[in-house]
């Protein structure tokens, strides 16, 4: 039997407080809480703030992002920016570069195969 995530709100307090040290402290916020492998997949919550990174970098395989809460902007290798919000979501492919940039402190769910980061 698989456990169950029962409160996904507490999940996102938990890791909204831990970006929020980062970032009072003056830096930008690149954490996540992994809740684990399920059906093959690594799932986690992470949070973000700023840039993260000076420029695209190169995922591994293919992976998921769904904001929970704020507002991410997502650069290509070729210099398209894609915009998700609060509820949306999008899937990066594997083998392109990427960069996330998240004007405001954000929560997002991450799913990507196991074993690939």
Same mark, same amino acid.
């Given at each position: 039997? &698989? =456990?169950? +995530?029962s409160? *996904? &709100?507490q999940l996102k307090?938990? +890791?909204r407080k831990q970006a929020a040290g980062q970032v009072f402290a003056g830096g930008n916020a690149d954490l996540g809480l992994d809740l684990g492998p399920l059906h093959g997949? %690594? +799932?986690c919550?992470?949070? #973000?703030?700023g840039p993260l990174? =000076? &420029?695209p970098v190169a995922t591994a395989g293919d992976r998921l992002i769904w904001l929970l809460d704020g507002h991410a902007e997502i650069e290509s290798p070729s210099g398209v920016m894609t915009h998700i919000s609060q #509820? &949306?979501?999008? *899937?990066?492919?594997? #083998?392109s570069a990427y %960069? /996330? +940039? /998240? =004007?405001t402190l954000s929560i997002y769910l991450c799913v990507e195969l196991e074993g690939q980061s």
């Open positions: 039997m &698989e =456990p169950r +995530v409160d *996904v &709100e307090k938990r +890791v997949c %690594r +799932v919550i992470k949070a #973000g703030y990174g =000076p &420029e #509820g &949306e979501s999008t *899937v990066l492919a594997g #083998g %960069r /996330f +940039v /998240f =004007p």
